[in-house]
Each structure stands twice: as C-alpha cells, then as structure tokens.
C-alpha cells in the first residue's frame, strides 16, 4: 500500500484490532481511533456520536418496514452495543 501512488489514505472500519497485528506492521503513521475510548480533552469518544443507530432511528427503520416486533429480536441479537457516548 505504501508504494502504490494511486492510495493516498485508507480507512479500516471494524473490529479489527490494529494494533495487536503483525500484517500492518510495515504501516508507518497510523492513527487508531477506537469507539469506546474517551480522549483526554472531551467527554466523548472521537466519532462516537457518528457510527450506528439510536434506538429511535431503529424504531423508526422498523416502522417503515412494518417490522415492529423485532426489536427485542435486534436487542437480544446485538447484546446492547454502545459507545462511549450510549
């Protein structure tokens, strides 16, 4: 990647630890941001207020779908993920 001319920045989005992995060990300048770590200077996480739904915003999918009913489904099947921000 680093001697491709073509890729100037990448983004990894996931749950990958980056840090732990030998393959990315040749990266030089990477920056991690993780969703659940609070910076010292604010109250809330870098990007937190960014990734994933509110609990309002998946009523209202499910609404629009007529999928009312499973949103305890959703909340047994994602065990109530949050970031650092709820």
Partial sequence: MQ??????????????????SSFLSGLNNVVAYPMHERPNHSGRAIFSDTFGFTEEEIKHLLEKKHQNKKLKELRLYYNGYRTSTG
């Fill in 3 to 20: 001697e491709n001319r073509n890729v100037d920045k990448i983004l990894f989005v996931g749950t990958f630890p980056l840090r732990q």
